[in-house]
């Protein structure tokens, strides 16, 4: 559980992206403190994935800063993507290469030496269940399974801050609960910053709640408050609706 | 991490049938104009004997093959170097090496050098075959290095051409045709300028190899390779780091 005197690992101030016209992003900020897990909530086109890809360094802020573990996303980049995994919407995977191998791949490019990579490997395919399949070709895996590879390459390299875009997406039942247990693990000695639509997954698995609307942040507290907001103690999603706006 | 990209990029390719096919295809038709031209040397080898300065194996030999070679990875380059941006884009892959603590100049010198090296495998055996002439006669090695130099320069201006114009789209189709557009264009421009100086010769990598191709090492040709090489990968690099601005 967080408490208010852990170590802030990721802080996001005033992010500005607009695509054209359209202000996708719009003064969002955010806090990540280690132990956490915050969960990045929003109707479809709210702008969680942009914030998300800003978050990763994919896409440059019009203005904002991003700072990963003391260090500028914007200016330092190299340094600061090293405490860095992202899972984006789509799962990054080589389809030709084995699991086995494309982990190796994905941990030597986050700065992981020859030697440690195995073992870091090894570790990450059992936390994820890929044990099974490791010497199997990524193209060949279900759906399910692939979202795993792609859970796992984003935590191959213990990164102090894990940013996963809607990773429970296209699972089964046992493989969202698998997930989510993974997910809350993950929580206790990292940070994570995860995107959702679904209230369930926050209730189980966050800390913390950010709502996005609109590209801005209309509520962010932790799931408690969010149960309790406006002094109605009401359902999460009834709450959700009426921050952004759905129900009066 | 230049390195790690490169063998990725040579893994990836030779996890591809229609690599294979291509570097069966082209050892084939290599092998078979090796040795139609020796057959075509040893029956007129006679009549060489009579005629002063004549040309020797290695000018009635090699000259024409790497001349070959040349133009065939014109054509092929291209198909080889589509994949290498164009598909992460399309597969959604590129995240990965965006978020990684990695730079733009890292991804592409590292795309760059996995390409390259492949190439070198593809046109490996033309040295070879050539070479193992001197089991039976001397060489010019004069010639022979100075049409490995040109070839080499040759492919990397290939690979960072096809590179860039990869770094383009979101289609590896798309990436090859307008590769080899560029490359073709470029050779038309040369073979259709009429002026011997017309300054449109200067621009093809082709006419440029020419020189080499006759053993002639001209520091202004190798200069050329070099500058269209280094604009390619730079502009290349330019492209990926814009994506980070414009999605």
């Not at chain 2, 294979?20 to 007129?44: D, K, M, P, S, V």
């Not at chain 2, 080499?152 to 201006?157: F, K, T």
Request: with cysteine.
């Amino acid at each position: 559980m967080s408490d208010s005197h852990s170590e802030i690992t990721l802080t996001a101030r005033g992010l500005y992206r607009r695509f054209g016209a359209r202000l996708v992003v719009n003064d969002v900020s955010l806090e990540l403190r280690r132990g956490e897990v915050l969960g990045l909530l929003g109707h479809n086109g709210a702008g969680k994935s942009t914030t998300l890809q800003l978050l990763s360094g994919c896409l440059l802020p019009d203005s904002g800063e991003i700072e990963i573990c003391g260090t500028q996303l914007l200016r330092q980049p190299l340094l600061a993507k090293k405490q860095l995994g992202y899972l984006p919407e789509i799962p990054p995977l080589y389809r030709e290469m084995e699991v086995n191998r494309y982990l190796i791949f994905t941990a030597r490019l986050h700065g992981i030496n020859a030697t440690h990579a195995s073992a870091a490997v090894a570790d990450c395919l059992h936390r994820c269940g890929l044990e099974g399949v490791r010497n199997k070709r990524i193209g060949t895996l279900s759906k399910g399974y692939q979202q795993r590879v792609g859970i796992a390459q984003a935590i191959v390299h213990a990164p102090d801050v894990i940013i996963l875009d809607e990773p429970t997406v296209g699972l089964d039942p046992a493989q969202i609960r698998d997930i989510r247990g993974l997910i809350r693990e993950l929580g206790d000695r990292h940070s994570v910053l995860i995107s959702t639509h679904l209230l369930a997954e926050v209730e189980s698995m966050c800390d913390r709640v950010s709502i996005l609307h609109q590209g801005k942040v209309v509520f962010d507290g932790t799931t408690a408050t969010l149960a309790e907001f406006g002094g109605n103690a009401d359902s999460l999603e009834n709450n959700f609706l009426r921050i952004t706006g759905v129900v009066a | 991490m230049i390195r790690l990209i490169a063998m990725r990029e040579l893994r990836s390719l030779l996890s591809q049938p229609s690599t294979w096919f291509t570097l069966a295809l082209l050892q084939f038709i290599l092998a078979w104009f090796f040795l139609a031209r020796l057959e075509a040397f040893l029956e007129i080898q006679p009549q060489l004997v009579e005629v002063a300065n004549a040309p020797g194996v290695t000018a009635a030999l090699a000259a024409p093959m790497f001349n070959l070679i040349a133009l065939l990875l014109m054509m092929l380059a291209p198909m080889l170097t589509m994949r290498s941006l164009a598909e992460e884009r399309r597969n959604q892959t590129l995240p990965l090496l965006l978020a990684a603590p990695v730079s733009a100049a890292d991804i592409v010198l590292g795309k760059f050098v996995g390409l390259f090296c492949f190439l070198i495998l593809l046109s490996g055996s033309v040295p070879l075959m050539l070479y193992s002439l001197s089991f039976g006669t001397a060489l010019d090695h004069g010639l022979m290095l100075a049409n490995l130099a040109g070839l080499l320069l040759l492919m990397a201006s290939f690979v960072a051409l096809g590179l860039y114009v990869s770094a383009l789209t979101s289609q590896p189709v798309v990436a090859a045709i307008g590769a080899l557009a560029v490359l073709l264009g470029l050779w038309l421009a040369d073979i259709g300028a009429s002026a011997s100086d017309s300054p449109w010769r200067a621009l093809s990598p082709l006419r440029h190899f020419e020189a080499f191709n006759t053993g002639l090492l001209d520091s202004g040709d190798v200069v050329f390779f070099i500058l269209f090489s280094g604009v390619f990968l730079l502009l290349a690099m330019r492209r990926l780091d814009n994506n980070q601005r414009y999605g």
